[in-house]
């Protein structure tokens, strides 16, 4: 066996997400306002705005 030169490494690992990755809204329907976000996640529907807001910072990784 020899020793293997120039190989490229396959295996990446993707970088951590960032605040950038995920942008957060807040959708009001009837009563209700929910969190949403590009990365699909949704937050539970919420009757106080500041909540859906509190929900929508939770999910945004530190």
Excluded: K, Y
């Amino acid at each position: 066996m020899g020793n293997v030169v120039g190989v490229a490494q396959q295996d990446r690992i993707p970088p951590p997400p960032d605040r950038t990755t995920h942008r957060t809204t807040t959708v009001e329907q009837g009563r209700f306002c929910t969190a949403h976000c590009t990365c699909g996640w949704r937050g539970p529907a919420r009757r106080a705005r500041s909540s859906a807001r509190a929900d929508a910072e939770a999910h945004l990784p530190n």
